[in-house]
């Protein structure tokens, strides 16, 4: 069964960073990435990295956020720059493998103004 740990989150202030750490129980998969959400709301891509090594980003963060990963450690991250009030979410890992989708616990980012 795939297992995603995430960590990282938090409270910070606006203009401020925070990188968030998704360590997958298995080292290969066709997509990883990060969504969020907010109450009310349907969960929305941010960001993702494929196996290729592509990556995609929401244009709201786009300059601001960035997806990498370690394979060694089968892990990836968020590195999260420049954060805005709006950014305020929780934030989840998503790894997807032949057509499955697997997600993390999700993890609380703050952004306070």
């Known amino acids: 069964q795939v297992q995603l740990v995430e960590s990282g989150g938090g409270l910070v202030q606006a203009g401020g960073s925070l990188r968030l750490s998704c360590a997958a129980s298995i080292s290969l998969f066709h997509a990883m990435g990060w969504y969020r959400q907010t109450p009310g709301k349907q969960r929305e891509p941010v960001a993702v990295?494929?196996?290729?090594?592509?990556?995609n980003y929401v244009d709201s963060i786009k300059g601001r956020f960035t997806i990498s990963r370690d394979n060694a450690k089968n892990t990836v991250y968020l590195q999260m720059n420049s954060l805005k009030p709006e950014d305020t979410a929780v934030y989840y890992c998503n790894l997807e493998l032949s057509g499955i989708h697997y997600w993390g616990q999700g993890t609380q980012v703050t952004v306070s103004s």
């Open positions: 990295i494929r196996n290729s090594g592509s990556t």
